[in-house]
């Protein structure tokens, strides 16, 4: 490769990444917000614009944040395979050996592959943050 083919490469990359940057539904890190459960409200547009290209507003994330607490990492990382974690929130606050047969629910019944000591690790968690006793609102 000369070096005008390698000038041009350069320059390439560069306009694809200022494009990037002003593709519109592409969001960069940072740009979120938590949204708030239930309202059927959007934030408003940055910079409202003529054109067909623009900038919207912070991304509202529905995510539910899980309480803080050892397990809670391997509550994330395996139960938001297949949903969110949301789904554990939106329940009511349930005794602790019915935490355990909702996590042998997931494992036996639909299949996640979730091993015996994590799956131990996340019953402990739910029932130290999730109970009738325990939960907090
Ligand atoms: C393999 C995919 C999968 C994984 C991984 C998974 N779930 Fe589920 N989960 C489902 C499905 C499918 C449903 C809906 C089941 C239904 O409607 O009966 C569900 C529903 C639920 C519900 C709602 C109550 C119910 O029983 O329907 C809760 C609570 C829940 N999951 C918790 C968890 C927890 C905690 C974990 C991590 C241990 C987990 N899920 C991991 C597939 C999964």
Do not use: F
């Not at 494009?19 to 949204?35: D, I, K, N, V, W």
């Not at 803080?68 to 395996?78: E, L, T």
């Amino acid at each position: 490769m000369n070096i005008q083919a390698i000038v041009l490469v350069g320059l390439g990359l560069a306009a694809a990444g200022a494009m990037a940057q002003e593709r519109p539904g592409l969001l960069s890190s940072g740009e979120y917000t938590p949204g708030v459960l239930g309202a059927a409200q959007q934030p408003a547009r940055v910079q409202p614009s003529e054109g067909s290209v623009y900038r919207v507003g912070k991304w509202p994330l529905y995510t539910a944040e899980l309480a803080p607490g050892a397990g809670r990492d391997a509550v994330v990382g395996n139960c938001s395979m297949c949903h969110s974690v949301t789904y554990i929130t939106m329940q009511p606050p349930l005794p602790p050996a019915a935490w355990q047969a909702e996590v042998h629910k997931m494992i036996a019944v639909l299949g996640a592959p979730i091993q015996p000591a994590t799956a131990e690790e996340i019953v402990s968690y739910l029932q130290q943050h999730y109970t009738p006793q325990t939960r907090k609102p």
